[in-house]
């Protein structure tokens, strides 16, 4: 405490007149004022910038090794997307072309006619041309028994193309009794829409590519 009293006792006029052992506390006191003031108006806020660049190094050194996993990966996936091309191109290759599709018509009528069918309606209609291939949908009406059907499917599964059929608006019911309104023992219609499907060639691919190009462009300006 004789310190502390000593000190307040010093005349702040006159610093150069204060003891040496006062003027070296003084001075220590002061330079430890410097260095607080400063660490918290400089150094503070530095360091809250060294945290928040640290964060985004952390940050970036995650992106690096997801990106560089990748890059390692590329070739590797360059690869399996080719053969995917490829694999897609042979599927679509087991597809009737466009030569075959009147001939491959004919055989789905005969099919259904040798399985026993009656039919009332088989009315292909227009093409709709898609990316790598085109669909077109028949209009059919049949009558016969679920056993006919069977065998129908399984002809139509057996002929030298892949015959791909989806259904579309298609019902299957029994055969009602004209004058009676009672079911006809056995005897089911099937009615509605089918699609089967080909392939495109290189030169319709082409056009249809070129007329899609076209076509946005006119739509645009209207």
Known sequence: MSFLDDFRNLDRNNIGGWPNSAKLTFTVLVFVLILFFGWWFKISDQQDEL??????????????????AKAVNLDALKQQLSEMQDMLRQMLRQLPSKTEMPELLVDISQTALSAGLETDLFQP???????????KPIQLRMIGTYNQFGTFISGVASLPRVVILTMHDVSLRPVQEQAKGKPVSGLLVL??????YRYLDEDETQAADKAAGQGSPAKGGK
């Open 51 to 68: 945290s928040g660049l640290r964060q985004k190094e952390t940050q970036l050194k995650q992106e690096f090794v997801q990106k560089q």
């Open 125 to 135: 209609g227009p093409e709709t041309v898609k990316e790598f291939y085109a669909e």
């Open 191 to 196: 009615e509605g829409t089918v699609k089967t």
